[in-house]
């Protein structure tokens, strides 16, 4: 069986990132940018996976002085941290220190008041939304969701991932079953995906909980893992990250940022971070694409609630 190796590394996911809004925050000459006060700008700490938050902050340093020869009029500058955690943002989001932000999708419900419902930035493979599947073996006696109770998965973990928790939270109550944590007999995370299906694969764990074109990656890759794997559920389509305005944000100032984030893939920078990601560059859409997305989130969030209501007990 060939080895399997899809994915980006830790290493890669922090410094592929960084690069990402290095070109977004060093627009090409020409763009008008003017002399439009830049916009403050910051990206959540839960965009890097886990990954050191300071190797991500030197990552950001080393490729805005790389693509300094393609720099022009700025648009935009971070804040002197780049990255936030959750905390932290949504504060600077609500005390108005903040204009345009990046962040995974469970961030954005308790800040969409004062988002602007449009426009949004997403990254053009996210923007139909990805689905995550639940593998499990062909030959293992697990036929539906509840022959699940006290198994042993494995996810994987990447900023694509964000709803899983929501998904499965929201699916298992619909299934009249407890949630993730008391359902599951144990879980657990990898940045590798060889490490996320490999081990169901040779029946070590029972389930993977992977995205589906990491998935569909994988079999392009090992053939044998499709034909012994098969997906036990699959999720709606999910928007899990993107890059929002503050309702307040000079339209002028925004457009000029956007025309800066649209120009990323002409620069070389750009380019290689798109192909990283296996993306073709950035679209520009509505609040209502991320509607179902935030569905999710909300129902979770109210499960999670009454989870924690029924735990703590009556007063």
Known sequence: MKKLNTG???RECITGLAAMWAAALAPTRGLGAGDQHPLRLAVSTEMLAGANVNDARTAYRIWIREISDFTGTQSAETVPEVFLSSEELIKAVRNDEIDCYGLVA???????????????VLQDSLVEGIEYVLLVHNNSTFKKLSD?????????LHRDMVLLPAWLGTTLAS?????????????????KINQVVLPVFFHRLDAACV???????????????????????VSPAVIPTGFFFRKNTK??????????IQATATLAA??????LYQSGGFAIKTMAAMKPTLEMVRQFERLSGLQAGLRKGPA
């Open 8 to 10: 980006i590394s830790r």
């Open 106 to 120: 469970p961030e954005l419900a308790p800040i969409l008041d004062v988002t602007a419902p449009d426009p949004i």
């Open 148 to 156: 699940l109770r006290g198994a042993q998965i494995v996810s994987h």
């Open 175 to 191: 299934n009249g079953l407890p949630m993730p944590e008391r359902f599951f007999g144990s879980q657990r995370q990898s940045d």
């Open 211 to 233: 995205s589906r074109p990491n998935w569909q990656t994988a079999i392009e890759l090992n053939p044998q893992l499709g034909r012994d794997l098969r997906p036990l559920i």
């Open 251 to 260: 339209a002028e100032s925004r457009d000029a940022l956007i025309k800066s």
């Open 270 to 275: 750009g380019r290689q971070i798109m192909d």
